[in-house]
């Protein structure tokens, strides 16, 4: 158990629909990862929140967006659903927001299934 | 642009066997490196990381990994895999910066067989 948890774990909706996926990082850890994995993308980085601020953006489309909160929980939210958006959604967390000592723990997982 | 590659798509090994794991990353000046794997059904755990010092980095379950500047290299290896080593490995590198996020290679599934 990496401390991280993830809810839900599975997650099946239609087309068009908008989901929330949420976080929450190990105690401690100011820094949270969303990351989507997929057969034919691998593992892409989506987007990176530190202490409540945006502080790194990867391959996230316009059509998601996440915050971070006071608690330091995170939401990733994604709308206007396409088939091509069926992955496997992992969050991490770390206690830095830079490079350097910078290990990240992964939580379980949401797999996000659009039909 | 930052990338990591990792020649292997899919190893099949027998139990004892030795296993090399190879990763390479695209040049970018200062970088962290990592290997996580993640067995069926669960998350990624990281295996070994290296930030500085001694190129050569001991790892959890046996495995360890060279980092070879020159080359750009990162690889991975086990001395004797066990049937529990079944799973698919990840290499990262973070490029270091501002920017604490992962470059994830494409994942080498192992299988080894008992």
């Known amino acids: 158990d990496s401390g991280v948890t993830q809810t839900p774990k599975h997650l099946i909706t239609a087309t068009g629909q908008r989901v929330t996926l949420r976080c929450s990082p190990r105690s401690g850890d100011l820094s949270v990862y969303w990351y989507q994995q997929s057969l034919d993308q691998g593992l892409q980085f989506l987007i990176q929140y530190y202490n409540g601020e945006e502080r790194a953006k990867g391959n996230i489309l316009e059509r998601f967006s996440a915050q971070q909160f006071p608690d330091l929980h995170s939401e990733l939210n994604l709308s206007s659903l396409e088939l091509g958006d069926s992955a496997l959604y992992f969050c991490?967390?770390?206690?830095?927001?830079?490079?350097?000592?910078?290990?990240?723990?992964f939580g379980p997982g949401t797999r996000l299934t659009v039909l | 642009a930052q990338s990591v590659s990792q020649h292997n798509h899919h190893v099949i090994l027998s139990e004892a066997a030795s296993l090399e794991l190879g990763c390479n990353y695209s040049?970018?000046?200062?970088?962290?490196l990592f290997w996580y794997v993640q067995y069926p059904g669960q998350h990624l755990q990281l295996l070994l990381k290296?930030?500085?010092?001694?190129?050569l980095v001991k790892g959890i379950k046996g495995f360890e990994a060279e980092f070879i500047k020159s080359k750009f290299s990162f690889n991975l290896r086990k001395p004797s895999v066990q049937w529990s080593d079944t799973a698919e490995y990840f290499c990262a590198v973070n490029y270091g910066g501002s920017q604490g996020n992962l470059i994830f290679g494409k994942g080498t599934k192992l299988s080894v067989k008992p």
């Open positions: 991490a967390s770390s206690v830095a927001g830079t490079s350097g000592l910078n290990e990240q723990f």
């Open positions: 040049y970018g000046g200062t970088v962290n």
């Open positions: 290296y930030f500085s010092g001694d190129p």
